[in-house]
């Protein structure tokens, strides 16, 4: 009976387990269909200053447009193994380089975060991207954040402390992404040349309501402080965790209490109906 089982469940493990591989497969010749036509855009979400109520800055995230579109979360980690996303970064960051350009003649001067991936990090042409792009446009690398996860420099950190150094001396920000879930050491993190730091959205959420998230969250506030690294909470979605934030010192928020992230039409006109000018 029990042998019986075992053969079925392996069965159905194994047409599970093709069953994703093929699927991959297939999303990522659609990830290559969709670059080609030109299917995906970037949507833009404000991060605010808590001490002058100003937008700081803006964070690009990727849309895959057409109802046939997945969400980052599925497609983002497909096109990391199926060897796509050198291809969506280049044209993320050429996107947001030009949107950057657009804005500054429209007189909105505002830096924009770009997410990079793990993979990116090993790829030798990352760092003349993002030196080139910038000047083929003529933008100051200055005014584009480069956001990188805790968990991804994490897994080569040596390559990866190599490659923001470069980037950094280059003039670009760089931001540590999702911190809190990557598990890096306190010797680690002191040699990360970030200027910034995210908190995890699963660390904002409760802070209001589980007290072990509330010390958490100081914690890291305070950490950044002691390294001189400004922070960012993400995920803020009530005032209530925006004014507890307040009161921990932290200095920039980001979440849907604010903005969801806004096609760049749409941000404009928030931008200009917030800041009236
Ligand atoms: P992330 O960089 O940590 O981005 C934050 C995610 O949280 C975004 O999801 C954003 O829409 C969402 N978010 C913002 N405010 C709130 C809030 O108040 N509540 C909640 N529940 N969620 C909020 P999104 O856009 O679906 O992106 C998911 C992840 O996909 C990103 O996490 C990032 O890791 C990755 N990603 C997005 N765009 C790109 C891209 O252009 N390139 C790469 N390599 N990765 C990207
Ligand atoms: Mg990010
Ligand atoms: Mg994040
Ligand atoms: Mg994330």
Same mark, same amino acid.
């Given at each position: 009976?029990?042998?019986?089982?075992?053969?079925?469940?392996?069965?159905?493990?194994?047409?599970?387990?093709?069953?994703?591989? !093929?699927?991959?497969?297939?999303?990522?010749?659609? *990830?290559?269909?969709? *670059?080609?036509?030109?299917?995906?855009?970037?949507?833009?979400?404000?991060?605010?200053?808590?001490?002058?109520?100003?937008?700081?800055?803006?964070?690009?995230?990727?849309?895959?447009?057409?109802?046939?579109?997945?969400?980052?979360?599925?497609? *983002?980690?497909?096109?990391?193994?199926?060897?796509?996303?050198?291809?969506?970064?280049?044209?993320?960051?050429?996107?947001?380089?030009?949107?950057?350009?657009?804005?500054? !003649?429209?007189?909105?001067?505002?830096?924009?975060?770009?997410?990079?991936?793990? =993979?990116?990090?090993?790829?030798?042409?990352? *760092?003349?991207?993002?030196?080139?792009?910038?000047?083929?446009?003529?933008?100051?690398?200055? !005014?584009?954040?480069?956001?990188?996860?805790?968990?991804?420099?994490?897994?080569?950190?040596?390559?990866?402390?190599? =490659?923001?150094?470069?980037?950094?001396?280059?003039?670009?920000?760089?931001?540590?992404?999702?911190?809190?879930?990557?598990?890096?050491?306190?010797?680690?993190?002191?040699?990360?040349?970030?200027?910034?730091?995210?908190?995890?959205?699963?660390?904002?959420?409760?802070?209001?309501?589980?007290?072990?998230?509330?010390?958490?969250?100081?914690?890291?506030?305070?950490?950044?402080?002691?390294?001189?690294? !400004?922070?960012?909470?993400?995920?803020?979605?009530?005032?209530?965790?925006?004014?507890?934030?307040?009161?921990?010192?932290?200095?920039?928020?980001?979440?849907?209490?604010?903005?969801?992230?806004?096609?760049?039409?749409?941000?404009?006109?928030?931008?200009?109906?917030?800041?009236?000018?």
């Amino acid at each position: 009976e029990t042998a019986k089982q075992e053969q079925l469940s392996s069965v159905t493990y194994k047409e599970a387990r093709s069953s994703a591989a !093929s699927r991959r497969i297939e999303i990522s010749s659609r *990830i290559r269909q969709a *670059i080609a036509s030109n299917r995906f855009t970037l949507f833009y979400q404000p991060k605010v200053s808590l001490e002058t109520n100003r937008v700081c800055a803006v964070e690009a995230l990727i849309r895959w447009l057409g109802e046939d579109g997945l969400s980052p979360a599925e497609f *983002i980690p497909i096109a990391e193994s199926q060897g796509l996303i050198g291809k969506i970064t280049t044209w993320v960051i050429k996107e947001a380089v030009e949107q950057c350009k657009l804005w500054e !003649s429209d007189g909105i001067k505002i830096n924009i975060a770009v997410n990079i991936s793990a =993979r990116d990090l090993h790829d030798s042409q990352l *760092i003349e991207l993002f030196v080139d792009t910038c000047r083929e446009h003529k933008l100051d690398p200055s !005014s584009i954040t480069i956001e990188v996860t805790e968990s991804s420099v994490m897994a080569h950190p040596e390559l990866a402390i190599e =490659r923001l150094q470069v980037l950094r001396d280059a003039g670009f920000r760089i931001s540590l992404d999702d911190f809190g879930t990557g598990y890096s050491s306190l010797s680690y993190l002191k040699n990360i040349p970030a200027h910034e730091l995210k908190l995890d959205q699963s660390f904002v959420a409760n802070i209001c309501s589980d007290s072990r998230d509330e010390r958490l969250a100081r914690g890291v506030i305070d950490l950044a402080h002691d390294l001189k690294l !400004s922070i960012v909470a993400e995920g803020v979605e009530t005032e209530d965790v925006m004014l507890m934030l307040k009161e921990m010192n932290c200095e920039i928020v980001q979440g849907y209490f604010y903005s969801r992230p806004l096609d760049a039409a749409s941000f404009k006109t928030w931008y200009k109906q917030r800041h009236n000018d």
